[in-house]
């Protein structure tokens, strides 16, 4: 071998191991949000009591921070497209820790609710972005792998950083473990700001106008309408998943928290794992995953009552579920093609519109049958199934600079996924 073969290749390993240092502190910034949105849940009745509102008006700050990522994510992302994507993210996520910090100073309900908007709005920022650097780092053959590395910290959070977030709300009140998510997120901008390097606008990309014209095409909305219903039939029924246990299955307590952590530690696993179907065809990831996630639904909803089954197909629901995510926010991306920065922002809200449908749904069929909710997740997500099988015939934009504006990434899947001619 060469010396300028030798140099070449020290040069390709140090790109790698800045690109994968990249990756994971994404992975860490990711990780602390998903942890700042799903703390609410169990300290919420630590701030009703202590600002003096009841349960479901605090409630109120769960679907605060749900609209502010819906809405204000897209609409950020849609005013800072022209923005260098390091100062974007470097930004957001030092915005969210100062606004964040906010009601733990005010006290009061009116501006905690003000603050879970534009908390929510900046996490929809963080995320659209942190997708378009990730994929702009690595060669495009692993594409999909780089977003999974993103997802997977909201993945890990689930399954981790809202448990152990929530034990430190109850221990230390819920003002500290607002304060600690704060501290945190500085902590991870510090790396990213180490770590990420200037990522300016693409040239001849266009403003906003120019890609809602690609992010809002009929292709790219079939997609978005299949993440909202993979997730209103996956979170839908998740939403209701402890009565489900405690009734039909007959587990509580310690057994419980089990049964929870088969599911939170296979979503994690498969995150992960999905990103590599993703990179070998996005589209059939999302038609296996929302497969999968179908048949697990159907096993816990006639083998509820036997801990064995039930355990299995927790394994399976986590695995499938969350192992099609990375193929959803890739297919969008390559599906939007030069508009794929602003459509980047889109999986997210579809995605929590969905969450937020499927458990106004299920919580109405579970009303007298605590396996009702499983049963309306599982009609749900067959559903979605043709969905998913006329989204395989879906092709990319046919434009200059067509899945160069999505990272490198983009295109390839298209050509394995959509059909010839």
Known sequence: MSAQDTSAGAREQAVDGRSKLLLSALFVAAFVLGTAELLMVGVIGLIADDLDVSIPA?????????????????????????????????????AFAVVNTTPVLLGQFAPFLAARVVTGSLHGLFVAVSFVAAVAVVPPERAGRAIATVFSG????????????????????????????????????????????????????????DQARYAFAPRVLVVLLLGFLLFASSYGALTYLTPFLERVTGVSGAL??????????????GSFA?????????????????????????????GGSSPVLVALGLVAWGLFAQG?????????????????QLASALPASAANVGIAVGSAVCGLAIAGDPSGALLTGLVIGVAALPVAWFALRLRPPVAPGAGESA???????????????
């Open 154 to 209: 909201f993945a890990v959070s689930a399954a981790l950083g809202a448990p152990l977030g929530t034990l430190v709300g109850q221990w230390l009140g819920w003002r500290d473990s607002f304060l600690a998510i704060s501290l945190l997120s500085l902590v991870a901008c510090a790396a990213l700001v180490a770590l990420v390097p200037p990522l300016p606008a693409e040239r001849g990309g266009g403003g906003a106008g």
């Open 407 to 421: 990272g490198k990434g983009a295109g390839k899947g298209a050509a394995e996924d959509a059909p010839a001619g």
């Open 58 to 94: 605090a409630g109120g700050l769960v679907t605060a921070y749900a609209l502010g990522l819906a809405i204000g994510g897209p609409l950020l992302t849609a005013l800072t497209i022209r923005f260098d994507k390091r100062v974007t993210l470097i930004g957001a996520l030092a």
């Open 324 to 340: 099609a995510v990375p193929a959803y926010q890739y297919r969008v991306l390559e599906l939007a093609g030069p508009g794929s």
């Open 274 to 302: 999905g990103g590599r179907f993703a990179d070998s065809g996005a589209a059939r990831a999302m038609l296996l995953g929302g497969v999968g996630t179908a048949l697990a639904l159907l096993v816990l909803h006639l």
């Open 256 to 269: 419980l928290s089990a049964f929870l952590l088969c599911y939170g530690a296979a979503a994690a696993v």
